[in-house]
């Protein structure tokens, strides 16, 4: 169990190291002199100079990702090319509306998408089951950008029950921070819901086809029981995977909901920084998402050896 | 009547699905493919006093904040959609395949080198490297498939390493390799029509994800640049207006919505028919 843990750990590291090479590489692959983007009109050759020696661009492409990373891992981002801001500090102020609008929405959509594939599962060919995979297959293929500006348009313009967008911290008031994030929340979280709900109706339905179901069922077992310990818990294993790999959409998903909803979130941020090519920003913006999608699916993966009885076993 | 075709015409009673995957994608295609001819108006024709028009017999979708057709942008912006979805998946068909079947026909140290720079790939969200790679060569039609490209590269290449891997071990490659067939020969002849069936499943579904993220990014003002119509920020334009011109909004949506819906029945539908243990089922 130790190796395992240790393995996994060792692999999360290579993947962020691996993200920061990306993130690096790909942004000083860059056409043009930075520099010159900056300035944004006609230099002499020696401002640029002085430029360049500042931001240190004139090191050698290794030195600086060395440099770089080793200030990344120490928790400084760099400053914002366009407002000279920390980045690191941009991000930790922003990071608690992201990670909170990704916890909320992977909350919602299990909380709609477990139960409902259970009981389509349950209740196979009826109308609640044919009616929950056509919301479903809806909820996979609506874009959420789009599910975000109908909910708008209905709840907030048409309705007028709740606000078009923006962000008030829980600790000012919970009442209209929660009332700001529900749809936001939804918006993330209905593809998921739909995934989450086809993944757990597909993997009740092929548990309750197993031998030692029927065994359980044999032995006469109430039916709550054989489906609540014994099919269920064997089927939620798949469901913990979809949900572990659905947590990576739901994260990049923030970039386009924060816009939607007018969130200042580290998505957002991401975007308006690449509107004005503030690197930085995007560098540190991405890596911390990236490392965040690392770390979920870390824990996703450890997990798994609790839920899984075969791995507990081991 | 073949056999095949008997068991297609079997196999579509029994699944609806693929003949409504089939049929919507067909029609699809016919309008990207007509749009010049079935398109009531240029789509970045400017009409400024009849701006923000609801629909009418003249304008059935309305108009914009300019007064174009929005009819004739959807009708445009599925040409948009389409060429990025397809040449997408294109791109990141043949680059993954290379990569998985390279992969699996090498092994060692090859294998290794290989799958550790998609794992890498694999451990970004997907639109955040596609936003990673925009930033880098800037917003563009082209930056974006190929932005995408990259993105959906490691999808395939897993497939195709995995299926690769089985149809290796079979006793007709060694047969291939025993009359003297070299590797290209044996890759090209003998594995890549063995792995098809799985790559092509994973392009439709493919297809409906590149469409899906080039209408996100287009929405962020970061795919498609204006004024070519594109689906996504037409729904990012119609935002402003919305409260008013609540028509400006819905049926951009509702054809992204409705195109990958398409992709995604045609996917099923396909793996399903493509799945032998479903067709003598």
Known sequence: MLTFILRRLGLAALSIVGIMVIVFLALHAIPGDVALILLDQEVTPELLAQLRNDLGLDRPLHVQFISWAAAALRGDLGESFRTGSDVTAQLV???GITIQLAAMASVLSVVIGVPTGIISAIKRGSTF?????????????IPNFWLGILLILLFSLQLRLLP?????????????NMQRMLMPSLTLGAAMAAVVMRMT?????????????????????AERYVIGVHALRNALIPVITIVGLQLGHILGGTVVVEEVFSLPGVGRLVVRAIYQRDYPVVQGGVLVLAASYVLINLLVDLLYSVIDPRIKYD | MTSRARMFTRFSRRHPAIVLGLVLTLVLILVATLAPVISPYQPNELNLSNRLSPPTGHHLLGTDEFGRDILSRIIYGARASLQVGVITVVIAGV??????????????????????????????????????????????????MIAMGIVYTPQFARIARGSALSVKSSEFIESARAVGAGSARINRLHILPNILSPLLVQATISIAFAILAEAALSFLGLGIQPPMPSWGSMLNEGRTYMELSAWLVIAPGLAIMLTVLTFNFLGDALRDYLDPRLVHS
């Open chain 1, 129 to 141: 089951d044919y009616a929950s995979r056509t919301v479903a297959l809806l909820g996979i293929s």
């Open chain 1, 164 to 176: 078009t967008g923006g962000y008030v911290p829980p600790g000012e008031s919970l009442m209209l």
């Open chain 1, 201 to 221: 109706r597909s993997a009740l339905l092929e548990t309750l086809a197993q031998d030692y179901t029927r065994t359980a069922r044999a032995k006469g077992l």
């Open chain 1, 93 to 95: 102020r922003r990071y």
């Open chain 2, 95 to 144: 680059l993954g395949t290379i990569l998985g079947v390279t992969a699996a026909y090498y092994g060692g140290v090859i294998d290794n080198l290989i799958m550790r720079l998609i794992d890498m790939i694999l451990a970004f969200p997907t639109i955040l490297l596609a936003l990673v790679v925009i930033t880098a060569l800037g917003p563009s039609l082209t930056n974006l």
